[in-house]
């Protein structure tokens, strides 16, 4: 009996969740580790084409899927989005809010449009988001809202101030979340990943050959070596964190930043 009980708490069968920023790297790859594991899973991005393959993979695995073209930087389009899904899907256990973006500059020279765009993809479409999801999740008194922050959410570095203020931004909306919204049985937790290898690192990879001398390969050996492990993590690391969060079975973990970055920041 205690084995049936230990093995209910680590799957997610019948539980439903929304993955945003779905269509490809991490928030993909999230998507689907949240199917295996058992979850029906609504995706959410801009492209429509790339959210119904998802969807197909998704149903392939025996889930229910649904994807909903959204902007999350639009605060009405997050709430259509969030009718449809819950249309679609009657109820939501489950957030991973993952959309985001990576801009850089030099900040003497940092042009005001990109601060603003940053704080909107990666800040407030977060704000947008949970806000459209959490008061169900209160009203039914379970639910698991998982940040996708940064390795920037913990430190700082050179030419992305901007990203970096809207990761930390978030990191700070999750603990004030977990605070508010733990009693009600509803857990916010962060993940902090290093420089993964999806298209999102290499569009950094590419400007960075753009502003320095460098090849593609010394640009990416250079993110690499940021890592003890000298490797860029791979989406799956990250989404095997997600369905850890999203378990039953990790219910008093709560306003935590998990790092994933082969321990280049170790606090």
Request: glycine content about 8%; aromatic content about 4%; some cysteine.
């Amino acid at each position: 009996m205690a084995s049936d009980t230990a093995d209910s708490a680590l799957t997610l069968q019948g539980r439903r969740a929304v993955v945003t920023g779905a269509s490809r790297g991490i928030g993909r790859s999230v998507a689907l580790a949240l199917a295996l594991a058992g979850a029906d899973v609504a995706v959410t991005a801009r492209t429509e084409s790339e959210l119904e393959a998802l969807a197909e993979e998704i149903r392939g695995l025996g889930r229910q899927a649904l994807p909903v073209a959204c902007d999350v930087t639009d605060q009405a389009q997050v709430q259509r989005m969030a009718d449809t899904v819950y249309l679609g899907l009657q109820r939501v256990d489950i957030l991973v809010n993952n959309a985001g973006a990576s801009g850089s500059s030099k900040f003497i020279t940092h042009d005001d449009e990109l601060w603003h765009r940053m704080l909107a993809m990666n800040m407030t479409s977060v704000y947008y988001v949970t806000k459209a999801f959490a008061p169900a999740m209160v009203s039914q008194h379970y639910g698991r809202i998982i940040m996708m922050a940064s390795i920037a959410a913990r430190t700082g570095a050179r030419y992305i101030a901007a990203y970096t203020a809207a990761k930390h931004g978030v990191l700070g909306l999750t603990r004030a979340l977990a605070a508010e919204l733990g009693p009600a049985g509803v857990t916010v937790n962060a993940i902090c990943p290093g420089y993964v290898d999806t298209p999102m690192t290499a569009n950094t990879i590419a400007n960075m050959t753009r502003l320095t001398r460098m090849t593609e390969e010394q640009a990416r050996q250079t993110l690499e070596k940021m890592s003890p492990q000298q490797r860029l993590v791979t989406p799956d690391e990250v989404a095997r964190i997600a369905v850890f969060l999203a378990q039953e079975a990790s219910g008093s973990i709560n306003g935590q930043a998990i790092n994933i970055d082969g321990g280049g920041v170790m606090s």
